[in-house]
C-alpha cells in the first residue's frame, strides 16, 4: 500500500483558505436572511395592529360565526341564488370568450416570430403588462362607472383583464410553435397570412384552447367575487348576506360557490382532455 | 427533370378523392356543430347576463372618456402638466401602499408557514396515515377554493375593519394555494435518501427535516415569491371591503369622482406591482442560479 505524502495542513490552509472554511459572509448570509424575514414579520405583526388580546377576541368571534353557520340553509331566497349562480357562471363564460376573441390577433403583434420588429412589440407587450398590472375588481369599479351596475360591467370586466392575460399566454404558445410548418408555407408560395392561418394557428389552436378552458375555470371563481363591487352574480348576494349577518345563509352560498367551481373544473377537464389529449397535460 | 410524382390511374384517383372529401365534410360537419353549440351557449350565457349590446354602444364613448377625465385635472388642464397637484396625496398614498405590502408580505409569510407544516402531511409519500392526507387535502381546497376578498369580508366582522382582517384573509388562501403546490414538489422527490436517514432508525421528523427538506427547500422559495408576486395585487384590493391598503383610497377616489386620484392611484398600484414582479423575477434568478452552480 503507497503511503500518502506528508501534508502540512497549515500550509495548505494558508494556500486555499475557501476549502477549508467558507468565508464569513457566505457563511453568514443564510441565518442573516433569515433573521431579517423574521424581523419584518414581527415589524409587520406590530404595525398592523396585530395583537394576542384582539386574536383571541376575534377568533371567537369566529368560531361563534362559524357554529351559527351550521346547518347551512337559503331560508326562502333559492331561487334567487340559483339565477345569481347562473348569471356569475354566465359572466365567467363571455367574459373569458370575449378576451379570447381580442386576444387572438393582439397576440400575433406580441409573437416575436410573427412580428420581428421590436419597435412594434415592446409597446403592444408593455400596454399587456399595465392591463395585467390591475386587478380585475378594479376594472369592475371602472366598467360600473361606464355601463352601469349589474353583471354586464362584470363581463366586460374580466374581459380585459384576461385579454392581457390571454395575449400573453397565446403570443408565449405562438413563439414555441414549430418553424418548418411555416417554412413550408412559405416554399409553397403561400402569403404571410396564408403562413399564419396554415403555418401556426393549426399548432398552436390546441394550446390556446386548453389555455381558454382553463381560465373558464379560474374565472367562475374571479366571477363569485365581483359582485362584492355590485357587478353582478352571486358575490352581490353574498356580500349582502354578510352584511346583514345571516350566516346561514352565507355558509350556503359559499357551498353553492363550491359545488359550482367543482363542477366547472371537472366539466372543462373533460373538455380539454377530449380536446388536447391526455398525453399532453400529463 | 423527371417528375418525381406518378399520377395514379383515373378511376383510383376518384376513389381517393372521394374518400378525402368524405373524411373532410365529416370533420368540418363536427367543427360547425361544435361552433354551433358554443354560439347557443354563449348566446344563452348571454340573456343571463343582461349583455345590451345598445347600451354597450351608447356609452362606450364613456368608458374612452373615463381614461380621458382621470387623465384631466381639477383644473381642465392634463395631469402631467402639474405632477405636484396630480400626486398630492403621495404621502399618504406611499404610506398605504407600504401597509398593502406589509399586508401581503406578512399574510404569504404566514401562509407559507402553516402550508409548509401541513404540506407534509398531504403529500403522499410522506404522509403518516391515508385519513390524515384526506382530511388536510379537503381543508386545503376549501381554503383556496373560497376566494380571499370573500375571507376578507367573513374576517372583517370578526376580527373588526383594518388590516389584520386582509393579512389574515390573504394567509388562509395562501394556506391552500402553496400546500398544494408544496406538495406536489414533495411528491416528486426521490425516495433514496428517506429510506436512507429511515434506515438509521431516525423518526418521521428527522426524515422530513434530513431527506425531504433540502430536495425541496428552493422549489418552496420560488413558489413562494411568485405567491407574494399574486398575493401583493390580492393585497391592493382588499381595501374595497375595508381590509386594509390602498385599495381603500382606491374605492373611494372612483365611487367620488375625484378623477385625478384614482389615475395617480392606479399608476402607483401598476409601478408598485411592476416593481415587486422585477424584484421577485430576479430573486427567483438567482435562487435558481444558485442551485445550478452548487
Known sequence: MSRQPDVNVEELRGRYPGVFERPLASRARGPSILVAALALLIFGLHELDFSPARM???????????????????????????????????????GTTLAALMALPVSLLAARNVIPSVWLRFPVRRSLDTIRGIDTLIWALVW???????????????????????????????EGA????????????????????FGLLPQVLPVIAGQVLYFIESNTRSATIIGIVGAGGIGLQLAEQIRVLEWQKVSFLILMILVAVAAIDW???????????????? | MPAAVSILPSRQLAALNEAYRAAVSRRRLRTLLAVMACVAVLFVAAIGAEVNLATFIA?????????????????????????????????KWLLLLGETLLISYVGTVVGALLAFCLNFLAAENTSPSRWVRFAVKRFMEFCRTVPDIVFALIFVIAFGLGPMAGVLAIAVHCVGALGKLYGEIVE?????????????????????RFAVLPQVVAGFASYTLLRFEINVRGASVMGFVGAGGIGQELVVAVRKFYYSDVSAILLMIIITVFVIDIATGWLRGRLFGREVRS
Open chain 1, 56 to 94: 383571541w377576541h376575534g377568533l371567537r368571534e369566529l368560531g361563534w360565526i362559524s357554529m351559527m353557520m351550521i346547518p347551512p340553509h337559503p331560508g326562502s331566497s333559492f331561487p334567487a341564488y340559483l339565477h345569481a349562480m347562473g348569471e356569475t357562471l354566465s359572466i365567467a363564460l363571455l
Open chain 1, 267 to 282: 366539466i372543462s377537464s373533460r373538455i380539454r382532455f377530449a380536446i388536447i389529449g391526455r398525453r399532453a397535460v400529463a
Open chain 2, 59 to 91: 356609452k362606450i364613448g364613456n368608458f374612452v372618456s373615463y381614461f380621458d377625465r382621470i387623465f384631466t385635472l381639477d383644473s381642465g388642464q392634463r395631469v402631467w402638466t402639474d405632477p405636484g397637484e396630480w400626486f398630492w396625496g403621495w404621502k
Open chain 1, 178 to 197: 414549430d418553424r418548418k410548418q411555416v417554412e413550408g408555407i412559405r416554399a409553397s408560395g403561400g402569403s404571410a397570412l396564408h403562413e399564419i392561418r
Open chain 2, 188 to 208: 416528486n422527490i426521490d425516495m433514496k435518501p428517506v429510506e436512507g436517514i429511515r434506515s438509521t432508525g431516525a423518526g418521521w421528523i428527522d426524515c422530513m
Open chain 1, 144 to 174: 360600473i362607472n361606464v355601463v352601469g351596475l349589474g353583471p354586464f360591467a362584470g363581463v366586460l370586466a374580466i374581459a380585459v383583464s384576461d385579454f392581457g392575460a390571454f395575449s400573453k399566454l397565446f403570443s408565449e404558445a405562438i
